[in-house]
């Protein structure tokens, strides 16, 4: 599930919790986070690359905003950033432009009824005491956003599996079939409950 709000409150009351992780999960949640997906314009390999100004560059770039920060706003933010002339760009014209933008989201909190189905079908599934674990991650699910304004009574109960090794994302994403197979046991007890 991603509550944001509720995922950062556990992590910040966790008794086990470092620093440093609070501090990653605040970052990965909570903060904008701007990546280099794309770059047109610099040589493709090395034998060829030079410390030389070349003529025209184009970078493309994703950049995810936390939830509850509008979209447009950090795009006009960016814009009068990015091309403002000033003496960092040593007379360069920087354009700008906007391929697509979405809000960020943060979960409502579930009603008790689908809580309590919750951590009822998740302890039938993974043992005694084990509770759902509501965790934030990767800074904005735009989609979710539209669902929400299209569907404002509806609850939401996003989930998924992610370790360490699970290469989110990437061509050798991979998952672990008996935590899939636990997964969606829980979600249809948790549907039997409701």
């Known amino acids: ?17 470092k620093a440093e992780n609070v501090q990653l999960f605040i970052n990965n949640c909570w903060r904008s986070q701007l990546a280099v997906i794309g770059i047109e314009g610099l040589p493709s390999n090395l034998s060829s690359a030079g ?38 760009t ?3 014209k920087i354009d700008f432009e906007v391929l697509d933008a979405g ?17 009822k079908a998740t302890e039938q599934v993974f043992g005694a005491g084990k509770q759902p674990l509501y965790v934030g991650t990767g800074g904005s699910i735009p989609f979710m956003d539209v669902f929400a304004q ?15 090794d699970a290469n989110m994302h990437s061509a050798n994403e991979n998952l672990r079939i008996e935590y899939c197979k636990k997964l969606t046991q829980a979600v249809g007890a948790l549907l039997s409950e409701l």
Not at 57 to 70: A, D, E, Q
């Open 51 to 88: 410390n030389v100004i070349y003529k025209q560059v184009k970078y493309r770039c994703s950049m995810r905003i936390p939830p509850h920060l509008s979209s447009q706003k950090c795009v006009e933010v960016l814009k009068e950033k990015l091309t403002a002339p000033g003496e960092e």
């Open 90 to 92: 040593f007379g360069a």
């Open 150 to 164: 299209e569907f404002p009574k509806a609850n939401f109960m996003l989930t998924g599996l992610g370790f360490p």
């Open 1 to 17: 599930m991603f509550n944001a709000t509720k995922s950062m409150a556990y992590a910040l009351n966790s008794t086990d919790a």
């Open 103 to 119: 809000d960020g989201f943060d979960a409502p909190d579930l009603p008790e009824k689908i809580k309590n189905g919750l951590n």
